[in-house]
């Protein structure tokens, strides 16, 4: 099946720092890409669309200064969450599309700002 | 548009039981429903899957059904293992500007041996 991967599992930065997290899908194209953020004991809240070559789509609420995405292949997209703060931890979970109605989630990433 | 859940609601069912696990949706426009199990600390796991044109599909030991009149859809898990513990989420595909996958708020699954 398919098969995305995420990296890193987990991260711990200091506040004022940027953190990177990386989406891959591996062993197909994804033309659609999706960042999900996730508070413990809540569900999965998306926070951007990205499709490759074009700017990210953001939904309500998310600030995209702070949350900068970048779908340069159609392998690859990243996250990048600016100027972290401890109100940033969170689990981060990614999620790629080929051409179905189906996505492919990632295994998260636990990012911890202290 | 996009569900939180603020509190999982649990369900507890003894091993071997069936169960079945409820979820509201929003949009009656959505055509495309998936049913994703997360474990701790991992990403959302691909149970099983079903069309709007569809009221019922099965799987291997799942069923999900859907009732588009009152916008609900359910798993049922047959003969309930303790690997089966974790939250399950009901999720649409809703189409805004390209189709993007909303999560419904969950529910927490404990197997009870």
């Known amino acids: 099946g398919a098969v995305v991967s995420q990296h890193p599992s987990w991260v711990i930065c200091k506040s004022g720092t940027s953190v990177k997290i990386e989406c891959r899908s591996l062993?197909?194209?994804?033309?659609?890409m999706f960042w999900y953020r996730q508070f413990p004991k809540q569900s999965l809240m998306l926070m951007a669309t990205s499709n490759e070559g074009s700017k990210a789509t953001y939904e309500q609420g998310v600030e995209k200064d702070k949350f900068l995405i970048n779908h340069a292949s159609l392998t690859l997209s990243t996250l990048t969450v600016t100027s972290a703060h401890p109100e940033d931890s969170s689990f981060y979970i990614c999620s790629a599309r080929e051409s179905s109605l189906r996505a492919f989630f990632g295994q998260g990433t636990r990012l911890t700002v202290v | 548009g996009e569900s939180v859940g603020l509190h999982l609601p649990t369900l507890s069912v003894q091993e071997g039981d069936n169960s079945i696990i409820n979820c509201a949706y929003s949009?009656?426009?959505?055509?495309?429903f998936i049913w994703y199990k997360q474990e701790s600390g991992k990403g959302p796991q691909f149970i099983i899957d079903?069309?709007?044109?569809?009221d019922k599909r099965q799987g291997q030991r799942v069923t999900v059904l859907l009732n588009k009149t009152v916008k609900h859809l359910s798993l049922q898990i047959a003969a309930t293992q303790p690997g089966d513990s974790a939250v399950y989420f009901c999720?649409?595909?809703?189409?805004?500007?390209?189709?993007?996958?909303?999560f419904g708020a969950g529910t927490r699954l404990f197997v009870k041996a």
């Open positions: 062993d197909f194209q994804a033309t659609t």
């Open positions: 949009n009656s426009a959505s055509d495309y």
């Open positions: 999720a649409e595909n809703i189409f805004s500007g390209g189709f993007k996958t909303i």
């Open positions: 079903i069309r709007s044109n569809m």
